[in-house]
């Protein structure tokens, strides 16, 4: 019964969607901010972006799974090195490398005396292959972490701290193997793409539309799922896991292809970050990018696709003003905002729209409902038909009850 009732209110929720607010997202970032912002600030904007891919997988998985994930930088960077391969083994052609010891590897593993490109290199000389690594590399190492940890019921506060102990190992790794991923410094001096120049302002500009198109198929992709029989299921397993599983289903696949899902999400953004910025290094993968990721997700509303991007533009922003003007206060000022999140509205933007701004919009642009003039002689005149009615109505033993 709490199963089909939850189910109920999940469908109640999602029955109906406000398409103009997705035209209103859709406008400001292909129309307004374009013809507003210069290539710089446009390029900062294109950057944020990508990390909104990361907030919508977390609104899927936090907001309506239940799964608190600390390490959605492992998926974000995972994506974003495999880009970074690609576009490095382009930029270290023979005659680029010529001064180098080893012509033809990329700069950093010949200057710690690698002789020739490692295996697991050489398959990112190809752009198919690439583009498929970007989804299935991140989505590989999501489905082994959820197998290991969904199928023996691992979750909640023990399944964040490992998701974010698996970062940490993460970004000890590729620091650690320095002549194999560039080390602390990363992947960097990315410059063409299939001989185009990605640094050229028409670059830029084409790079940013591509981004948005690209989030806006994964918001639509993430609003079907939402709306969909399994995100029903899955607002039913955050909520009640045990009489979901008592119900017949299969909690551990839902967590594991959900969790695979935001991975996808997440490496996607990377992939982009990697084309936009020009390079990838570690400081993308561990713990702390990862915590601000699940900020994003908060402050615009962990359960609102929307407020997902709207939380990483405005945090973003927010931190590029505060680190412009106040560089040794931003950090505060980012701690002081998540408190200020949970403990004031703790359903984000989106809360605060619904529980404020939305009301007032339907007060002031409701149309009031207009009486209509019902001359006084025709109600006198009808009532007597009414009262005349009723007892017949009564006393007919084939009335309906």
């Known amino acids: 019964m709490m199963l089909s009732q939850l189910s109920a209110t999940a469908a109640q929720n999602t029955s109906k969607v406000d398409w103009w607010k997705y035209l209103l997202l859709a406008a400001i970032i292909f129309i307004v901010l374009p013809?507003?912002?210069?290539?710089?600030?446009?390029?900062?904007?294109?950057?944020?972006?990508?990390?909104?891919?990361?907030?919508i997988g977390l609104v899927l998985c936090w907001g309506c799974g239940g799964i608190l994930s600390?390490?959605?930088?492992?998926?974000?960077?995972?994506?974003?090195?495999?880009?970074?391969?690609?576009?490095?083994?382009?930029?270290?052609?023979?005659?680029?490398?010529?001064?180098?010891?080893?012509?033809?590897?990329?700069?950093?593993?010949?200057?710690?005396?690698?002789?020739?490109?490692?295996?697991?290199?050489?398959?990112?000389?190809?752009?198919?292959?690439?583009?498929?690594?970007?989804?299935?590399?991140?989505?590989?190492?999501?489905?082994i972490i959820g197998v290991a940890m969904f199928t023996r019921r691992v979750g909640g506060v023990y399944f964040a701290i490992i998701t974010q102990a698996i970062a940490a190992i993460l970004t000890i790794l590729i620091i650690g193997q320095q002549g194999y991923t560039g080390g602390v410094n990363g992947i960097t001096d990315l410059r063409t793409f299939l001989g185009w120049d990605i640094r050229t302002e028409s670059a830029q500009y084409l790079l940013y539309f591509i981004n948005a198109v690209l989030l806006f198929g994964c918001l639509f992709a993430a609003l079907y799922i939402k709306r969909c029989k399994l995100g029903r299921l899955l607002v039913a397993m955050r909520e009640k896991e045990d009489r979901v599983r008592f119900s017949g289903y299969n909690v551990a696949s839902f967590k594991i292809f959900i969790f695979c899902i935001g991975a996808a999400f997440a490496a996607i953004g990377g992939a982009m970050f990697t084309l936009q910025v020009g390079f990838m290094s570690p400081s993308f993968v561990g713990i702390v990018?990862?915590?601000?990721?699940?900020?994003?997700?908060?402050?615009?509303?962990?359960?609102?696709?929307?407020?997902?991007?709207?939380?990483?533009?405005?945090?973003?922003?927010?931190?590029?003003?505060?680190?412009?003007?106040?560089?040794?206060?931003?950090?505060?000022?980012?701690?002081?905002?998540?408190?200020?999140?949970?403990?004031?509205?703790?359903?984000?933007?989106?809360?605060?729209?619904?529980?404020?701004?939305?009301?007032w919009f339907k007060r002031v642009f409701k149309p009031k409902a207009s009486?209509?003039?019902?001359?006084?002689?025709?109600?006198?005149?009808?009532?007597?038909?009414?009262?005349?009615?009723?007892?017949?109505l009564k006393e007919s033993p084939n009335a309906p009850a």
């Not at 013809?35 to 907030?55: E, P």
């Not at 950090?331 to 605060?352: K, R, T, Y």
């Open 289 to 359: 990018p990862s915590i601000e990721m699940v900020i994003f997700c908060a402050v615009g509303g962990r359960l609102s696709l929307l407020g997902a991007v709207y939380g990483t533009l405005l945090v973003n922003l927010a931190k590029t003003t505060f680190s412009e003007s106040f560089p040794q206060l931003w950090l505060f000022a980012m701690g002081a905002l998540f408190i200020g999140v949970v403990l004031a509205f703790p359903d984000g933007l989106a809360g605060l729209y619904q529980s404020y701004i939305q009301p």
């Open 70 to 143: 600390l390490g959605q930088g492992v998926f974000f960077g995972l994506g974003g090195y495999c880009m970074a391969m690609f576009l490095k083994l382009e930029a270290s052609s023979p005659e680029a490398t010529a001064i180098q010891s080893t012509p033809g590897i990329p700069d950093f593993m010949d200057w710690n005396q690698l002789t020739e490109l490692p295996w697991f290199w050489q398959p990112f000389d190809s752009l198919a292959f690439t583009l498929v690594a970007v989804i299935a590399v991140p989505v590989l190492f999501a489905f």
């Open 35 to 55: 013809l507003s912002l210069d290539i710089f600030r446009l390029n900062l904007i294109g950057k944020y972006l990508t990390y909104a891919f990361v907030a």
């Open 371 to 392: 009486k209509p003039d019902v001359p006084k002689q025709s109600v006198q005149a009808a009532e007597p038909e009414a009262d005349s009615a009723s007892p017949s």
